[in-house]
């Protein structure tokens, strides 16, 4: 009879998500992220003798507790509040969006609005919203099919938020976080049940697009360059070189690497601890680091997918979910590929290891999202 009763309940646990495996590899990405922190940021007292040699370190740490809070907050926070709020998220995030402008201009762009003890980003929150308000709009109601929607419903309606909320990024300018928020809109459109048609359409219309906007160069010069040195028709200049740099820190670390706080090409990198910070980890620990670091991403990432596929009931938890490990991927594909020399320079952090307030406080929140859906799975 025991064992009737065990059996019963092991089959009722069975395909619940467990996330307990999930939250230990955030935590030894973090505390590795944390560590090549310290090694590549340490240096700025050879350039700015008045700093703290752990400057960037310890306000790293306060990133990291300031996102942890936050995560907190959002998790406890019942799934259905979130996806009952999603629209007002994204009316909030397009305010924010045009509230950058208001603010004076930091090398040359509107990203950031000056809170005096904070300066957030809300083109990285953006991101999180993206993912809410789809998951929200596509699944709000129980038994809802999607495949009986028009051509408004599934594709116009969608596209056009998704388009808004891309052009107000991109015209701060943030190419990178543009294209990042537009690929992974277009991600989720299509695991949300958007027809083969649709993408076909979307796809020309981003070739006249680029066509339009090269021909004409609507971008920044700056943008233009990289574009251009990407293509092979430039082959020098500040980025360039920023990843030649890269290409060479890593190259110099080998198998093993040259151990921590070693590395030397790190002090010729003006932005070794936030978009090149994978170039200082291919220097110090070598190839083992850098496989390393991109197999916990890589296990995080299925480990997200398995649980919402697998584990989750609700259409809408598996959405969030889904739509964070897609995030994360995403980051790690284009931070990877430009110090790889794969794709041009775009000034994308590396989850949870890069240096960046806003980007911290919007991945741990993304995961805070994904406890809340993982704790409150219901049909």
Same mark, same amino acid.
């Given at each position: ?8 309940q092991?089959? *009722?646990l ?5 996330? *307990? ?5 955030l935590a ?5 992220g ?18 703290d ?7 790293q740490?306060?990133?990291i507790?300031?996102?942890l ?8 926070i019942?799934?259905?509040k979130?996806i009952?709020y999603?629209?007002f998220?994204?009316?909030a ?10 603010f004076? /201009? ?5 990203r ?31 038994g ?6 028009g ?6 309606i ?8 891309t052009?107000?990024?991109?015209a ?8 990042i928020?537009?690929?992974l ?5 299509f695991?949300?049940?958007? *027809?083969?048609?649709h ?17 004409f ?25 920023q ?9 110099s670390?080998?198998?093993?690497g040259?151990?921590l ?6 002090y010729?990198?003006p932005v070794?601890?936030?978009d090149f ?6 220097e ?6 850098m ?8 296990l @995080? ?47 994308? /952090?590396l ?8 980007s ?8 805070? @999202?994904?406890?809340?859906a ?6």
């Amino acid at each position: 009879m025991e064992r009737e009763i065990d059996r019963e309940q092991q089959g *009722k646990l069975k395909g619940k998500p467990n996330f *307990k495996g999930i939250v230990y590899l955030l935590a030894i990405i973090i505390v590795l992220g944390l560590i090549v922190m310290y090694s590549a940021s340490y240096i700025v007292v050879y350039r700015w003798p008045g700093y703290d040699f752990s400057h960037y370190f310890n306000r790293q740490l306060v990133n990291i507790a300031i996102g942890l809070v936050c995560m907190l907050v959002v998790a406890l926070i019942p799934l259905k509040k979130h996806i009952e709020y999603a629209p007002f998220y994204m009316v909030a995030i397009i305010f924010l969006l045009m509230a950058v402008f208001v603010f004076p /201009t930091k090398g040359g762009s509107r990203r950031w609005i000056d809170l005096k003890f904070y300066d957030l980003q809300p083109s990285e929150l953006a991101k999180l919203v993206i993912i809410v308000f789809f998951s929200s709009y596509f699944f709000k109601n129980k038994g809802q099919d999607n495949q009986k929607k028009g051509f408004l419903e599934m594709f116009i309606i969608p596209m056009g938020w998704l388009l808004l909320v891309t052009a107000l990024v991109a015209a701060e300018p943030d190419l990178s976080s543009s294209i990042i928020i537009f690929v992974l809109g277009m991600m989720l459109l299509f695991v949300c049940g958007m *027809k083969y048609s649709h993408i076909i359409i979307v796809g020309v219309l981003i070739c006249l697009s680029l066509f339009i906007i090269i021909n004409f160069e609507l971008l920044e010069p700056y943008q233009l360059n990289r574009i251009k040195q990407f293509l092979g028709f430039i082959n020098d200049g500040e980025a360039q070189g920023q990843v030649n740099i890269g290409l060479n820190a890593i190259s110099s670390g080998g198998i093993l690497g040259e151990g921590l706080a070693q590395g030397d090409l790190k002090y010729l990198l003006p932005v070794q601890f936030t978009d090149f910070v994978f170039a200082i980890l291919g220097e110090e620990l070598g190839f083992v680091g850098m496989a390393f670091l991109l197999v916990l991403y890589y296990l @995080l990432a299925r480990s997200l997918i398995h649980a919402a596929v697998k584990g989750l009931k609700n259409d809408t938890g598996k959405i969030i979910v889904i739509g964070y490990a897609y995030l994360i991927l995403l980051q790690v594909v284009i931070n990877v590929g430009v110090v790889l020399g794969l794709l041009p320079p775009t000034g994308v /952090t590396l989850p949870f290891v890069s240096y960046g307030g806003s980007s911290m406080l919007a991945l741990l929140s993304g995961f805070g @999202l994904v406890l809340s859906a993982l704790l409150n799975d219901k049909n």
